[in-house]
């Protein structure tokens, strides 16, 4: 119990927030409901901007469907093709992509077990929604009271390694303002090297 506690300390690791602030058009000034969820599929919601995101029933994984002006009606998610050598992961926009899944754009994790392998597979596993922010330990954060932001905290894990992941996105609808944070713990009994962790990836158009 002992090394399994001390494996927990050593690769737990909160990842500082990255505020999303879009430049946005849309003039929708009513106040919105900050975190709206339809089963798994996931609303937040500005003012004027809106950020949705849902499930994927076959991978788990949590596919980004719109960031950017306020939208009141359904999102249609995109069916992608697959062909060639690149797989399905590396065709959609995922919000938190790893690695070894066959996606070879930049993750936004990159976690080394004691074997030495960086394969991770974070799927979903549940989601909480909570008023006010949680305060991030030992690092500085925004902060605001119950009727100022809410949180959604979605809880991703890795079965073959044992590693969870928090994904938290705390809404400031008034602000037009969404605070974003990931917390790792390695819920196993070896010891694990986080490389790398972000707590945002975007997926920008590459047409223009």
Known sequence: MASFQAARSFARLV????ILHPLVT????????GV???GTSFALN???LSYR???DEDTGD?????????????VPMLEPSVSGWVGLSGRVKREFPDLGRGDFRVPAVRIRQSEGYTVTDSRYQSHDVVQGKPALPGLPSTFGNNDEVTTLVV????NYSAIAADLTYSVFPRLDAIVRSVNITNQGENNITVEKLASFSVDLP???
């Open 15 to 18: 990842g500082l927030a990255a």
């Open 26 to 33: 849309a003039q929708n000034t009513s106040y919105n409901t």
């Open 36 to 38: 709206v969820v339809d």
């Open 46 to 48: 500005g003012d004027n």
């Open 53 to 55: 995101f849902h499930v």
């Open 62 to 74: 949590l596919i980004s469907d719109h960031f950017g002006g306020s939208v009141t009606e359904s």
């Open 155 to 158: 809880h991703m894990y890795d």
């Open 206 to 208: 590459y047409d223009d």
